[in-house]
């Protein structure tokens, strides 16, 4: 059992005072939109960084999971499955489909891995594009489903699901690192054959964070669509949500701890503060990425990590409070 | 049921034009460029910029169109993927999307988001072959891709830039062992990639074609080319032919059980056994 350190005081602080924040009336409500959209982007980065920083696996078929999950569920309500259910179900269904698509894609590695990924939620959109199980010709296919059933679940309770499982993701993602899981991975991002040929079942390591991502991402996506109340096949299987996710964590910092936390902040400001100039807004996020990526390869926290305060900080973060 | 296979072997042309490009740079830099797309559409708006306030023809702007992507595309490759290319595997295809990113937002802030096709004197016309019409714009497409095509075989067989980029992209320690500078390779490869990208949009700009189209027909084109050797640009043309329906990456579906796809497929375990 790991200490307690200062670092886990200040996170446990913050996720106190973000679990009061809608009951305070004084906070404006917009608030608790930015949290969420917030907690939504951490969760999903946080689990791309286990997958594609320390794994090595470069997954860009992060949409096909949440969108598998956000279709569980919306196909769900509609067949008179209550939305928690649902929620499960779609991390279940995330799971499973991650599983099957390993066989095929874990064949392949490197540059190779990311185009065989990048299909998939392609021809996810097609498929749904042109599916229709429930309901008449007027919903399904391109026009997609409303998710019924959910008048009682306001931004409130999305907002305390995104963020217990924003919560979850961070523990699961710390969890792994300083597990035998951890160093397996790493040792497979470095040298596959050699990994192999120490005994390590890489298959079925680079599984684990593979099905685990897929299934949070799968989580907050159905609770994403919870909170957008309809779900349609060519914004769901969009090539858009891979961005925020690869911008999120890219900027943060790829293979550092607080790096999704801090790339998901710094994206969700660039996404409220700049709505308003619609097309300039990604404009300058393309050119963010840019710049941070060749800049700094380990994003925003590469460059704190120059600075000695940065460093005498995080070294305090991580002093025990009790004990030696 | 005649028509639309002809309409869309020649509108396959196009795509297969602009999959050489995307399959050359693949071939060479092992790069999935995603930008592709989002370039090729660059080249679409500077040819209908050039018409709509010079009212020059697309086909006469390519003078001026040519020499400005490939000039980007060097720049790119040079300071951007180069450098992104020593940092990690990943860093390069990171870049791309940010290209595209970049590209797509701003064409739209130029321009504005709506789809526009337009009027030359020929962008009406057509042809009849028996009792079926076809707009001769496919047919244009259709044979400047053959030609491009050819012209690129010829180019990649008989000179010395042709050969290096070949032998590059089949053995990149190889080539440089018998003294080719893979490094410039690259740029060159970009910047002729480029070129075929400011050809394929110059001649996209007859079909009324909307800002953020970039990405599917990336997706469209990256699905029709064998990546295993640039320099093939036969090949790109018997995948090609897709046209940008929604239905259509369910094909890739298909793809995989046809015996080009399952080469395409067993090239990717060939190279994972290689590394």
């Known amino acids: 059992m790991t200490k307690l350190t200062y670092e886990h005081i200040a996170l446990i602080s913050i996720v106190v005072l973000l679990v009061v924040l809608p009951l305070v009336t004084a906070v404006p409500q917009s608030w608790t939109l930015y949290v969420f959209i917030f907690c939504v982007y951490l969760s999903m980065s946080c689990m791309w960084n286990l997958i594609a920083g320390y794994a090595g696996l470069i997954s860009l078929c992060q949409p096909a999971f949440l969108g598998l999950a956000g279709y569980t569920l919306a196909l769900g309500t509609w067949i008179g499955v209550p939305w928690w259910a649902g929620l499960v179900g779609g991390a279940v269904v995330a799971g499973i489909f991650a599983v099957l698509i390993a066989f095929a894609v874990f064949r392949l590695s490197g540059v190779y891995f990311a185009i065989g990924t990048l299909v998939v939620p392609e021809v996810l959109r097609s498929l749904f594009i042109l599916w229709r199980p429930v309901g008449g010709s007027m919903t399904g296919g391109g026009a997609g489903y409303m998710i019924k059933n959910i008048s009682g679940v306001g931004i409130n309770e999305t907002y305390w699901l995104a963020l217990v499982i924003a919560v979850i993701s961070i523990i699961i993602f710390r969890a792994v690192l300083s597990s035998n899981l951890g160093l397996g991975l790493a040792a497979i991002r470095d040298n596959q054959q050699a990994a192999a040929s120490c005994g390590i079942n890489t298959f079925r390591l680079k599984l684990y964070p593979f099905v685990i991502g897929a299934m949070i991402t799968g989580l907050v996506g159905a609770v994403y669509y919870i909170h957008q109340g309809f779900i349609e096949p060519t914004r769901t299987f969009n090539v858009s949500w891979t961005m925020a996710i690869l911008l999120s964590t890219v900027i943060g910092g790829m293979r550092t701890k607080g790096g999704a936390m801090l790339g998901a902040m710094v994206y969700v400001f660039l996404y409220f503060a700049m709505a308003r100039y619609g097309g300039y807004s990604l404009l300058i996020q393309g050119v963010i990425l840019i710049t941070i990526l060749l800049i700094s390869p380990r994003g925003l926290l590469g460059i704190f990590n120059k600075f000695s305060f940065y460093r005498s900080f995080v070294l305090f973060m991580d002093r025990p409070v009790l004990g030696k | ?275």
Request: aromatic share 10%; hydrophobic share 50%.
């Open chain 2, 1 to 275: 049921m005649i028509s639309p296979i002809v309409m869309g072997i020649l509108l396959g042309g196009l795509y297969a034009l602009i999959a050489m490009g995307l399959s050359m740079v693949f071939g060479v830099m092992r790069m999935i460029n995603l930008a592709h797309g989002d370039l090729v559409i660059l080249g679409s708006y500077l040819s209908f910029a050039l018409l709509a306030n010079f009212g020059l023809d697309p086909i006469v702007s390519l003078v001026i169109t040519v020499p400005l992507l490939s000039g980007l595309g060097f720049f790119i490759q040079r300071f951007l993927l180069r450098r992104a290319a020593d940092i990690s595997d990943e860093a390069p295809l990171i870049i791309a999307f940010g290209i595209a990113l970049i590209l797509q937002n701003a064409i739209q802030i130029v321009t504005d988001p709506q789809s526009r096709g337009i009027s030359t004197a020929y962008s009406m016309a057509s042809f009849s072959v028996g009792p079926f019409q076809f707009p001769v714009i496919y047919l244009m497409n259709f044979v400047a891709a053959l030609v491009v095509m050819a012209l690129f075989s010829i180019f990649l067989k008989k000179t010395y830039l042709g050969r290096a980029i070949a032998a590059a992209s089949q053995n990149k320690k190889a080539a440089q062992l018998m003294g080719i500078n893979t490094k410039n390779i690259h740029s060159a490869a970009f910047a002729i990639a480029m070129i075929s990208a400011a050809i394929a949009g110059a001649f996209l700009d007859d079909i009324p074609v909307p800002t953020n189209i970039g990405y599917s027909i990336f997706d469209n084109c990256f699905r029709c080319g064998d990546h295993r050797r640039s320099g093939q640009p036969v090949r790109d043309l018997s995948g090609g032919g897709d046209t940008w329906s929604g239905a259509d990456p369910v094909r890739i579906f298909f793809r995989i059980r046809r015996p080009d796809a399952f080469r395409l497929f067993s090239h990717f375990s060939g190279a994972y056994r290689e590394t």
